[in-house]
C-alpha cells in the first residue's frame, strides 16, 4: 500500500470532518448560519433580496406564481442577462479582467469588461443584420473558445434563445437539437483544437443541416492555425483544415463584425421570457430541451455563484466544463460575469501535452478559485502525485467539483495534493434542470465531510421520499418548492415536462437521482435511478445508445447499461444481438462501438461491448436490464425466476469476465 492510500485510509477511519479553514472564514461572504434562518423565515423575501441585487429596467409586481407544475418568479419585471454580465459592471470593474482564455497550442487572449462589452455589442448588431431578432432560436456548435461565451451573451442581449451543443456531438445530434428548437441561425467554427488534433466543427455542421431549408445562415469563427512559436509554447503548429462556404448563407465571424457597431442597447426581457434551451439525455431516445427564463435563472445563479465560490474582485476562478453543458452556462458564463468576476476558459484536454497541463495553468495564471469534475480528479490521482507536485498551487483558496458524486478517496486527495490541506471544498449538486446548484456547503459556514455534498442552499427545500411520498432516511432525492432557476419546461413537449419531473408526487420534483441523509443531515448522492448514465459527469440515456445500436445494419437487438468505473464513474456496458447470418467479430464490435461515437458523440462509445445469441427476457419479452447490470457489475445474479431462460443470462456472465480478463 502507498503513502498515500495509508493516509486516505486512516483519514476515512476516523470519519473525519473538515472545518472551514480559520484565515478563509475570517474574509468569507457568509461565516456563519444566518442566511438559512433568513430563508427559513421568510423564503420568498430572501429570493427577493437576491434578485435585487441584480439591475433590472423595471420592478416586478408578485415575487412568485406557482400553479404546479408551472412557476414564474418576479412577475412583471424586466431584466436582460448580458446588461447583468457586463454592462453594469463598466463604470466598476471596465478595465478589470473579464475573460482569460488559453487555447490548447498554447495562445493566449485577455478581454477586460470594456472589450467583452464591445465585442458582443459587435456580434449582437451582426446577428441582428442576419436578420435574427427576439423570440428566434440560434443554435451555438463551437469549440471552448471567447467567442462561444460572446454568442451566448450576444444572442441573450438582443432576446435571442441560444442552443448550445456540445462540440463533441456528432453531426445527427446537432441535427437533432437544431430540428427540435427550430433553430434558424447555427454559430459554429472551422475547427477546434483537441489533444494535438483538429475536430472538424463547420463540416459537421454542413452535415447536420443538409436540407434544412429553414437555418439561413451559418456564422463561422476562423479558430486560425498557430504557426508563431511565441504564440504556441506548446508545439501545436497545424493547419487549420480547409472549410467550406456556401455562399448568401455563410459568413465569416471576423467579417461580420469588422464594421459593426459596438454599441447596442440591450433588450427588454419579462422575467420570464426565454433565455436559452439546453438539451440533456432522458430515458427515451429523445433528449429533451430543457427551458430557463431569465430573471429566476439569473438570480439563483448570481446568488450561489457569489456564495458557493466566495468570489472577490481579485479571484481568478476558472470552471474546467465546456459551455456545451449546464455547468458552463451557469458557471463559466452568467454566474461569475453577473459578479463581476475574472474568469479563465481553457480550449484543451487536461492531458495534453501532458498531465500536468492543468496544474501549469493554474500557475501561470494564479488561479484562486478552481472547479472541476470528479472525473478529473481521479484521473490525476492515476497519473500520480508527482505532476501536481511540480507546480506552484499556492494561490488556490477554495476548491469544487461537479457532475457526479465524488468518493471520499478522491475528495481526500484533491484535498491533500491540490489543495495543501488550506482550501475548503465546495462539492456540489445540481443538474441541467434545476439551473443552478441547489445542494452544496457555504464554504465559510459549514464543516464538510469527504463524499458528501452536505445540505440545500439557502432558500432550495429538499427532502429524501420513499416511493409512496414519505420522508425516508434513503430513497429518492426530492425538491419540495418551487426555485427561482427551475426549469420551466421542455421545449414544445408540455406532457414530457409533467411526466418526467411530476408524476412520482403530487407538486413535487423528481430529480431521478437516490440519495441517503445521515445524522449531521448532510445529503448523500447515490447515483441516478432512472435509465440514465452519469459517464464523466455527462448524462447520456440508454435509450440513445440502445437506438444507435439498432440503427447498424447488423444489429438486431441491444440493451445498454452502466457500470461503475474507476475514472468516468459510470461505463457503457453494451449487450448486442446480431442478425442471422451475421458473423461477430472483433472487427465488427469495433465498428459498433465507432457507429455510436458517429451517431451520438465519443461520450457515449461502450466501454463494453458483448455479443449475446440472445438478451434475458421475462416470459412476457421485456429484457431484465436489471440482471445485464448484474452482469457488468460482476455481482451475484438476482432472481432469474421470471427468465424464459436463465441459462441466457448465465452465458453472458462467462462472456463478460473473459471479456475483462
Known sequence: MTEQHREIDVLLDEKRTFQPPAAFVETA??????????????????????????????????????????????????????????????????????????????????????????????????????????????????????????????????????SVVFGGFSPRSLRDRIEDAGARCVITADGGYRRGGIVPLKASTDAAIEGLDYVTSVVVVQRSAVTDPKEAPHGNQVETPSCDMTAGRDHWYHELISNASAECAPERMDSEDLLYILYTSGTTGKP?????????????????????????????????????????HSYIVYGPLSNGATVLMY????????????????????????????????????????????????????????????????????????????????????????????????????????????????????????????????????????????????????????ETYWSKWPDIYFAGDGARVDEDGYYWIMGRVDDVLNVAGHRIGTMEVESALVDHDAVAEAAVVGRSDEIKGQAVAAFVSVLEGVRTSEELRQELRAHVATQIGAIARPTDLIFAAELPKTRSGKIMRRLLRDVAEGRALGDTTTLADPAVVRSLQRQFADSEG
Open 347 to 498: 480550449e484543451g484536454s487536461p492531458d495534453w501535452p501532458d498531465r500536468g497541463r492543468f496544474w501549469s495553468l493554474c500557475e501561470n495564471y494564479g488561479v484562486t478559485v478552481f472547479y472541476t469534475a470528479p472525473t478529473a480528479i481521479r484521473a490525476s490521482m492515476r497519473w500520480g502525485d508527482h505532476w501536481p507536485a511540480g507546480y506552484d498551487l499556492s494561490k488556490l483558496r477554495l476548491l469544487g467539483t461537479v457532475g457526479e458524486p465524488i468518493n471520499p478517496e478522491a475528495w481526500i486527495w484533491y484535498d491533500r495534493h491540490i489543495g495543501g490541506g488550506r482550501c475548503p471544498i465546495v462539492d456540489t449538486w445540481w443538474q441541467t434542470e434545476t439551473g443552478g446548484i441547489m445542494i452544496t456547503p457555504l464554504p465559510g459556514a459549514i464543516t464538510t465531510k469527504p463524499g458528501t455534498a452536505t445540505v440545500p442552499f439557502p432558500g432550495i427545500e429538499a427532502a429524501i421520499l420513499d416511493e409512496d411520498g414519505n420522508p425516508a432516511e434513503s430513497g429518492y432525492l426530492a425538491i419540495t418548492s418551487p426555485w427561482p432557476g427551475m426549469l420551466r419546461g421542455v421545449w414544445g413537449d408540455e406532457a414530457r415536462y409533467r
Open 29 to 162: 461572504h457568509v461565516a456563519g448560519h444566518g442566511p438559512y434562518d433568513d430563508a427559513v423565515r421568510d423564503r420568498e423575501a430572501y429570493w427577493e433580496a437576491w434578485a435585487r441585487k441584480l439591475d433590472w429596467f423595471a420592478p416586478w409586481d408578485r415575487v412568485l406564481e406557482w400553479d404546479p407544475p408551472f412557476s414564474k418568479w418576479f412577475v412583471g419585471g424586466t431584466i436582460n442577462a448580458a446588461y447583468n454580465c457586463l454592462d453594469r459592471h463598466l463604470e466598476t470593474r471596465g478595465s478589470a479582467h473579464a475573460l482569460i482564455w488559453e487555447g490548447e497550442p498554447g495562445d493566449v487572449r485577455r478581454y477586460t469588461y470594456r472589450e467583452l462589452h464591445e465585442e458582443v455589442c459587435r456580434f449582437a448588431n451582426a446577428l441582428k443584420g442576419l436578420g435574427v431578432g427576439k423570440g428566434d432560436r440560434v443554435a451555438i456548435y463551437l469549440p471552448m473558445i471567447p467567442e462561444a461565451a460572446i454568442a451566448m451573451l450576444a444572442c441573450a442581449r438582443i432576446g435571442t434563445p441560444h
Open 288 to 328: 429533451k430541451g430543457v427551458m430557463h427564463t431569465t430573471g429566476g435563472y439569473m438570480t439563483q445563479v448570481t446568488a450561489t455563484a457569489k456564495w458557493v465560490f466566495d468570489l472577490k474582485d481579485d479571484d481568478i476562478y476558472w470552471c474546467t466544463a465546456d459551455v456545451g453543458w449546464v455547468t458552463g
